[in-house]
């Protein structure tokens, strides 16, 4: 008896500590499996990307680009806190850095070879998929607004031209005289761009780069984003890029992400690669940052394809990949905020 009692009190002491380590681990399991709180709100923008280096920009002129970025950033912030939707604060950033002359935008369009301004926006809302867009629109003061009432007050996804120009005239926008558009510094690099253009015609400017884009999550848990452009300098023939066409330059699902993409806008189309961002997330289980490194820095890299991308998803998670030297780009959530520009700034 003196044996065995000792041997059943260090079974049973056994037994005790195994079933203890059984349970922390179980406990510790159920911990990490429960998601993170959402943010209550998140919002991203760029201005676009491209060869952006510190010594082709002044002091005084890359000051007045933050000093943009920031202001917009305000704007896009104030608009999420008073409660209203993820598409208004989108609406509200990109109507103001369309009368940014910095970002080829609205008052800042970089000019067609025949020296006109023609431009393109899209928006769309993640919570029912609904979009709008509009493309090579001369007269309209504010594109990304004219998206807008292309979704919520007509049976379209896209408008263009002339079409677009009669819509826009009917919804009441503001119609400016083309002039409006003209400015000084695009329109000198219009001139020199034509006389390369016109010295040697199969060449091109790279000028592709200073579209401008928000992407944001609002307090009801929605996504929106939005995009808008002047497309690329000395383009013929009605050519349209990624900014206006869903899936390309401007994707928005509250099962995913929002995204708004900037860059050279024929590779964005034939990589689709604002919903294939979307697509990795929502059918492959990728992370908001996986699937934008794998689509941006890798796959997109590799086909030749320049630029970047900004993306929130559901829980308030941004990510701004872009494989260029640089990216106009902020953010703002309720505990950080942060404006860059060069490819070796992070926040």
């Not at 009917?170 to 001139?191: A, M, N």
């Amino acid at each position: 008896m003196r044996i065995i009692l000792p041997f059943l009190i260090a079974v049973s002491l056994l037994v005790s500590c195994t079933s203890t380590s059984d349970n922390a681990s179980d406990s510790k399991s159920t911990m990490d499996s429960v998601p993170k709180k959402p943010l209550e709100y998140g919002l991203a923008i760029h201005g676009g990307a491209g060869v952006i280096r510190r010594e082709n920009m002044t002091e005084a002129y890359e000051a007045e680009v933050r000093e943009v970025l920031a202001k917009a950033l305000e704007l896009g912030e104030n608009t999420l806190k008073a409660g209203m939707p993820a598409e208004q604060a989108v609406i509200t950033v990109i109507s103001y850095l369309e009368d940014a002359p910095q970002f080829n935008a609205g008052k800042g369009a970089v000019f067609t070879y025949e020296g006109t301004n023609e431009l393109d926006a899209s928006i769309m809302r993640g919570k029912d998929l609904s979009a709008g867009a509009v493309s090579g629109v001369t007269g309209v003061k504010h594109p990304i607004q004219l998206a807008q009432k292309v979704m919520d007050e007509s049976v379209h996804v896209m408008l263009s031209g002339d079409g677009a120009q009669t819509f826009a005239k009917e919804q009441g926008l503001e119609i400016v005289d083309p002039s409006y558009f003209h400015t000084d510094r695009r329109y000198e690099s219009w001139k020199k761009a034509r006389a390369r253009a016109d010295a040697k015609p199969q060449m091109s400017e790279n000028g592709k780069f200073g579209t401008v884009g928000c992407v944001a999550l609002d307090k009801d848990g929605h996504l929106a984003a939005g995009t808008s452009t002047g497309g690329m300098t000395l383009k013929r023939w009605g050519r349209i890029g990624d900014a206006p066409v869903i899936g390309a330059g401007t994707y928005a699902d509250d099962r995913s992400c929002a995204v708004s993409a900037t860059g050279h806008g024929e590779y964005f189309i034939r990589y689709a690669v604002a919903h294939d961002i979307a697509a990795r997330m929502l059918h492959g289980g990728k992370s908001l940052v996986d699937a934008g490194d794998d689509v941006i820095r890798e796959e997109l890299k590799k086909a030749g394809g320049d630029g970047g991308v900004i993306s929130i998803d559901k829980t308030g998670t941004i990510h701004m990949p872009f494989n260029t030297p640089g990216m106009y780009r902020g953010f703002v959530t309720p505990t950080d905020r942060g404006v860059a520009i060069f490819d070796d700034e992070t926040f």
